[in-house]
């Protein structure tokens, strides 16, 4: 199975369901630690690959072996392994990374390090990508309450996951360990979904108010919808826009659950699409959670680092530039648009947003900082963005950005009347030499 995910042909996580599917032998916690043994060789495969190189037999058994000595107690792995084995994992367990360049000690590829290294403080970034996530959960706010669901939990058979807050969303449980939570009551009732902290604070950005009309352009399997959805009180109209037909089937369980009313999902196409233009100026805010590299959640998907590469990315900025000049043409006058990835790339946050304002001069820029204050959740930013990171903030990598259509837009015709007065004020450059 390992081989098969080296091949890089499907994500991580899908072969893994797939091998499950095919093994239903494998008990839940053997599969928990399958899990967390392919996951640690895709973290650190840069740095496993040079230590398989040494030594007898497949590289791939080596690579599952050092996977295997992250999560197994040494006298268990020592069971299924030989002598020669045995003196080489030894070996390798003893050598230290310190000398070794930051691309293999933190396992990235080379064009990847050398985007990182621009930001600040690369190295505890890249070290925060490379460490297993805790598991955050939401709670439904239109169904349940954080503080009694964090004190029932407390006095309940969870209270070994050590359920916490989390620091800066207020609906959000931190928890340790992987528990089956779909199979807990509370998820079947829909009090409560998977969702990153980050992900949370996005939909806390966009700031939905009731009966508003709302439109989460690349809603996905619904993560962000959901909430956005419990922030309207299942009032006004909450479009969820996918072209994916697919995913945003996996959307309309989780819905469901919701017990949320007021969202109406669409497969939209890629351009042009008519549905999409019948709303054009009408959203009170648009969300466009662009599809986008993934790379701020390599905590959960660190295969991401493998499978994206310089050729994607550039095609990844072009299809994100395209959506965010069709889902702003919806926003109404005086509306909200915001513009977020889980990417930690500048060349797919701030440098698109840039362009996009460069281009569009009746957006502008809202401070992100204050708009998170006005819903009471104080996160200090430095700068107009919400820039978010697993070193500094304990989320995944995400990056938001609010800007704000101008009130009342001037018809184009006053605009050129205005320039034309303008030109006849301003005496003409000759251009000749004096
Ligand atoms: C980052 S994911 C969305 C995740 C989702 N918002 C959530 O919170 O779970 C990006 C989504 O954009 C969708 N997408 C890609 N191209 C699109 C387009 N041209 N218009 C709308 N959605 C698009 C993808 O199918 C994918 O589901």
């Known amino acids: 199975m390992l081989g098969e995910v080296l091949q890089w042909k499907y994500p991580a996580d899908a072969v893994l369901s797939h091998w499950f599917r095919a093994h239903t032998n494998a008990g839940l916690r053997d599969r928990g630690e399958i899990a967390e043994a392919v996951f640690d060789v895709l973290r650190h495969l840069r740095r496993y690959r040079q230590f398989a190189e040494i030594g007898a037999g497949s590289g791939t058994r080596r690579l599952a072996v050092l996977g295997l000595a992250s999560v197994w107690p040494r006298e268990t792995l020592d069971t299924g392994l030989d002598e020669p084995e045995r003196a080489w994992l030894d070996h390798v367990l003893s050598l230290s990374a310190a000398g070794l360049p930051r691309a293999v000690r933190h396992s990235v590829p080379d064009w990847l390090d050398e985007r990182l290294a621009d930001l600040p403080d690369a190295e505890s970034l890249l070290q925060a990508l490379n460490a297993p996530a805790p598991l955050d959960l939401r709670v439904n706010p239109l169904k349940a309450e954080r503080e009694a669901m964090l004190a029932a939990w407390a006095a309940g058979p969870e209270a070994r996951w050590a359920a916490q807050p989390t620091p800066y969303s207020p609906w959000g449980i931190r928890i340790q360990g992987r528990p089956p939570v779909n199979r807990w009551k509370a998820f079947e009732r829909g009090e409560i979904e998977v969702q990153d902290e980050g992900s949370q604070l996005l939909a806390a950005l966009v700031g939905p108010k009731r009966g508003e009309m709302v439109i989460d352009y690349c809603a996905g399997a619904g993560g962000k919808t959901l909430l956005l959805g419990a922030l309207m009180r299942s009032t006004g109209r909450l479009y969820a826009f996918d072209v994916s037909a697919a995913r945003l089937a996996r959307a309309k369980p989780r819905f469901a659950r919701s017990g949320l009313s007021n969202i109406v999902p669409v497969a939209i196409a890629e351009r042009n699409d008519q549905r999409v233009k019948r709303l054009r100026g009408k959203a009170h805010r648009v969300l466009v959670d662009a599809p986008c590299s993934g790379l701020g959640t390599l905590r959960r998907n660190p295969d991401l680092k493998w499978r994206q590469h310089p050729e994607s990315l550039e095609q990844l900025r072009e299809t994100q530039a395209a959506i965010l000049r069709d889902a702003a043409a919806c926003v109404m006058p005086g509306g909200r648009l915001v513009y977020a990835s889980c990417s930690v790339l500048p060349e797919e946050n701030e440098r698109q947003v840039e362009a996009f304002l460069a281009g569009h001069p009746e957006f502008s820029l809202l401070d992100a900082s204050t708009v998170l204050a006005d819903r009471n959740i104080e996160l200090a930013l430095e ?52």
């Not at 320039?419 to 005496?427: E, K, L, S």
């Open 383 to 434: 700068g107009p963005f919400l820039k978010l990171r697993p070193d500094v903030h304990g989320t995944d990598g995400f990056f938001a950005a609010v800007m704000q259509r101008a009130k009342a837009e001037r018809p184009a015709t006053d605009k050129a009347a205005e320039q034309a007065d303008q030109d006849a004020d301003t005496p003409a450059e000759t251009g000749d030499p004096a």
